[in-house]
C-alpha cells in the first residue's frame, strides 16, 4: 500500500524550520501505529548515530543513514530521509568529515522533533 502524504515537505509548527517538532505526513489511519513505532525508535537510532561517529566508524554510520533514508521517508518524513541521504553521500564520498560532523547534528535534530500528528494550527 503506498501511504498517503498530506503535503510536499513534513508539516511544521510555526516555530520555525530549526526549531518546533515536524510532523508526519502520513494520513492513513491504518498507518499510524507504525508511524507511531518508528517515532518511538528514534531515539535509541540516534544514539546509534552518535556512537558511530564518537568512535568515527564512518561505514557504520553509513549504513545508518541509509537505513533512514528509506524509513523515514516510507513514515512520512521527507526532510530527515533527505538529511539522511547528505550524510550517506558525504561519509561515501570520503573527503570531509567535517560537513559529515554538521550533518549528523542536523539529522539529530531533525530526528528529536519528529512527532506522529500535528497538535498546533498553522
Not at 500500500?1 to 505526513?25: A, R, V, Y
Not at 549528523?104 to 497538535?119: F, G, P, W
Request: proline share 4%; net charge negative.
Amino acid at each position: 500500500m503506498e501511504p498517503q502524504l498530506n503535503s510536499t515537505n513534513d508539516s511544521i509548527c510555526s516555530k520555525g524550520p530549526d526549531s518546533g517538532p515536524i510532523f508526519s505526513q502520513i494520513e492513513d489511519e491504518d498507518m499510524k501505529e507504525l508511524v507511531e513505532m518508528f517515532v518511538s525508535e528514534l531515539p535509541d537510532r540516534v544514539a546509534s548515530y552518535q556512537d558511530a561517529y564518537q568512535k568515527k566508524d564512518w561505514q557504520a554510520l553509513s549504513m545508518l543513514a541509509h537505513q533512514m533514508k528509506s524509513a523515514a521517508v516510507g513514515y512520512g518524513f521527507p526532510s530527515i530521509s533527505e538529511a539522511a541521504a547528505s550524510l550517506e553521500k558525504t561519509l561515501k564520498s570520503g573527503d570531509d568529515y567535517d560537513k559529515a560532523s554538521d550533518q549528523v547534528e542536523v539529522l539529530i535534530n531533525l530526528c528529536s522533533r519528529a512527532k506522529v500528528e500535528s497538535d498546533c494550527s498553522v
